[in-house]
């Protein structure tokens, strides 16, 4: 029986935290030469565990289980955020490696092999999900190029590389283990999380415009204030939020700025950017409503509100059956599960589209995570590839069953 | 009878404008090469309207009324902020300049006589309210030269000259014309505002301190957020202000700021700046209530909150008698008054503290100021001179009963 090798596992982790490391940290964003350089290190590794590997024109490095008719793909992405962790992205492509060792090479005719990725530019230092959106099909290098000044020349020493793709005929389901960036499970003693969903996103700046008067000298009727109509909305949202939210719905209201910004001049103008994330679309048009009335309500007051909605991301629900078996495999090693959403958005969120997936998290030390000190325990990294090495088994043998025999 | 002569002051007031004209406005920040000038020029038109008039160390410029044993002080200030307006402080000087010319040197033995007064950095471009305070002897120059940097240097060609002081025995009272500043006075439909107080001033800034969090993976509840609770200890203040004011109680939270200001991290940091005035001491008692418990139910919940007085100011009461013969000498004049506070501060509040003190306002068009379109019809700047004039008889009238015969 396949067994995973906890000391190759975490040397490879360490090995790979090597390329672009800075301090505690790492510092890889997408196609820096520490980037290239950890794929290339990645790609000889997926060679010798005897995967087709190579580095594609957009960056991503792909290993295809050779003699494999049909395979799981795993994986995440290895570039990070400045200043960065060693973990986000880089445990789910180290596990997929890992995995695919201790499987070894597919034997009998028809067995479901396991293919590696590593997605380019996940953390969108050029284009978010760049490397998967090219994966799937969405995007191409050259039309994304051509909108991003500087991805072009980023991509130079990649051109003329074919793209990998994902193969509809081939590929059964993907998975990526994840660090949960949260403290959800580390607060529940629980260390695999079955991500059930992948929320949405909604980021919208808010501008109301009033006019600028002596504080000391203008009576407060006849002010326009721009200032006292943010903080009144502000207020409002918050507390509508509160009631309108689901069990998972986070929100945020991360920027407020007045102007002129004098203790004695009544604010001219104010500007608020707010952002709210759930697992439900009916959660997030509930919120969408409330921001709605409030920049009604402003506007029938007298303060023009402007609104721009400067992300709107649909939640993905990931595949129900692989989720199961993510339950049954976390089981199957004595590891406690908690059901959960993900707060951040992921390479999964795009290969869902196009194929049935599944997302696995292990604990993040104190939720830590876009930061050098971001970590999860040994124990944990360890338990958490035998979970997603269990998961594989249990995928291939429902495969099995469902075409084989 | 004595007579305002309507072109000769208008002709006065736009000549002062001259000095350090910036476009349709004035920039005559104190000790500034116009604002200099300016002194000197009105200086030389003291002494031609017979008054004994000198330049003193602090900057004031000092007309005394000779052979007079008692006067009423009568003046303002010439200085401006950068781009300011031709009006601010300069009408009550240019006033008072024109009641001395009307009222000739003083006749009987025993007479009362008007002497004439510029304060000099009324704006507090080196230390507010500086001349008037040098004047009542709060304040001497070399101690504030000592205190702020740059103002020895800015004094450096006023040094040896002798102080100007308020004489005790002689000033029976001091009147301050000047612009209102704000727009009451236009919206009534009057052009005398007789004050009675110069409203007190607070200026707070609140700093609360939370955590940054990843606004994604975090749930809720485990958020120490700065940001939102300053927003609803503003939303709280906002509504306990409404409730806790009087009737010309102002207020303004001019500026908001939250660290590090992005939608998707929870603020680490929240600054509030806030401001109130009022005439009533009690009032801004009760505001400083309402503060006061915002800074403890914050520290309660968690989210350290640091109060810093940045100014506190207390409200003037002016002389009730003299705002009497303020109304008397407006309805003389067949002016409309109406009885307002000063939302600003003034020389006034400096005098008042030292000797009987009466402020008279004239509209603002629109209620503007500091802002080179700051104007008054010139109707009202000569219906003011004139209601100012009858004020001076009619309080000479009361000291002659009072101490004549």
Known sequence: MAEIDPGRLLRDLRRLADFGRSGAGVSRPAYSEADLRAREWLCERLAEAGLDARVDGAGNVYGRAPGASRAILMGSHTDTVRAGGWLDGSLGVVCALEIARALGAPGARGEVGVDVV????????WEPWFGSRCFCGELTPGAAAAARSGLGAAL???AGRPLARLEPGRHLAYLEAHIEQGPRLEAAGKTIGVVGAIVGIRDHRLEFAGRADHAGTTPMAERRDAGRALIEAAGRLLAGFERAR??????????IALEPGEACVVPARAELLLEYRDPDEATLAR?????????????????ACRLTTERSVPPVRLDAALASALRTAAEACRAGWLA?????GHDAAVLARHVPSAMMFVPSIAGRSHRCDEDT????????ARVALAWVEEVRAAAACGVGA
């Open 287 to 303: 919120f969408d409503e409330l921001v709605r009335a409030e920049v009604a309500q402003a506007n029938e007051s007298g303060i």
């Open 377 to 384: 325990a040994e124990a944990d990294l360890v338990l958490g």
């Open 340 to 344: 959960l959403s993900s707060g951040a």
């Open 246 to 255: 689901g069990p998972e719905t986070v929100w945020n209201l991360g920027r």
């Open 156 to 158: 130079a020493a990649l």
């Open 118 to 125: 590593s997605f380019a530019d996940e953390e969108g230092t």
